[in-house]
């Protein structure tokens, strides 16, 4: 497992992109954790870190990411800075799935994470031959946009996603 070196490039190229650049290079670091909390450096939230099984990996300038080695499975928490207040919560939430191949859209609904509006979306698709499913969350909060990914080969997503959604519902904004 590995960071991709500028994440603001995986906001345009799509979570395809960013799910080839983590399985693919190579350099991760640890994230700090404090009694299970997760609160990346310069960033504006915190997050709950669930328990057996999952490895932080940091991201480019304190974003997060874990691995799931059992289930093959990844969470990502992904932060941009966006100036572009007309740009809509589904185009935003539409670009995370470029390069995905036979989508199928299992969930598309509108909601609310911690008191902030997002979009929720869960889809099967494929990439380089794997079938995987995706579950994510795009949330805007003032100027930055905030995606939470969940993926997994199809086989083994609902195993862990319980995970992913408990990490979703400790998701706070510190400020």
Same mark, same amino acid.
């Given at each position: 497992?590995?960071?991709?070196?500028?994440?603001?490039?995986? *906001?345009?190229?799509?979570?395809?992109?960013? +799910?080839?650049?983590?399985?693919?290079? $190579?350099?991760?670091?640890? #994230? !700090?954790?404090?009694?299970?909390? #997760?609160?990346?450096?310069?960033?504006?939230?915190?997050? %709950?870190?669930?328990?057996?099984?999952?490895?932080?990996?940091? &991201?480019?300038?304190?974003?997060?990411? #874990?691995? $799931?080695?059992?289930? $093959?499975?990844?969470?990502?928490?992904?932060? %941009?800075?966006?100036?572009?207040? /007309?740009?809509?919560? /589904?185009? &935003?939430?539409? !670009? &995370?799935? +470029?390069?995905?191949?036979?989508?199928?859209?299992? &969930?598309?609904?509108?909601?609310?994470?911690?008191?902030?509006?997002?979009? $929720?979306?869960? #889809?099967?698709?494929?990439?380089?031959?794997?079938?995987?499913? +995706?579950?994510?969350?795009?949330? *805007?909060?003032?100027?930055?946009?905030?995606?939470?990914?969940?993926?997994?080969?199809?086989?083994?997503?609902?195993?862990?996603?319980?995970?992913? /959604?408990?990490?979703? *519902?400790?998701?706070?904004?510190?400020?």
């Amino acid at each position: 497992m590995s960071y991709l070196q500028n994440k603001n490039v995986i *906001r345009w190229l799509g979570i395809a992109s960013f +799910i080839y650049a983590i399985i693919c290079l $190579h350099g991760c670091a640890q #994230l !700090q954790t404090k009694e299970s909390t #997760l609160s990346p450096p310069h960033k504006k939230y915190t997050v %709950t870190m669930p328990a057996n099984g999952w490895e932080p990996i940091k &991201l480019d300038k304190g974003d997060l990411a #874990l691995w $799931h080695k059992q289930h $093959h499975a990844m969470i990502a928490f992904i932060s %941009t800075n966006v100036d572009d207040k /007309e740009v809509s919560l /589904e185009m &935003l939430n539409s !670009q &995370l799935f +470029i390069g995905i191949k036979g989508k199928e859209i299992l &969930l598309n609904e509108s909601t609310t994470v911690d008191n902030q509006n997002a979009i $929720h979306t869960m #889809l099967a698709g494929e990439m380089d031959n794997c079938k995987l499913k +995706i579950d994510s969350y795009v949330i *805007r909060a003032g100027n930055y946009i905030y995606d939470l990914v969940y993926w997994a080969p199809s086989d083994s997503f609902d195993y862990v996603k319980g995970d992913f /959604e408990n990490m979703v *519902r400790s998701f706070k904004f510190t400020q």
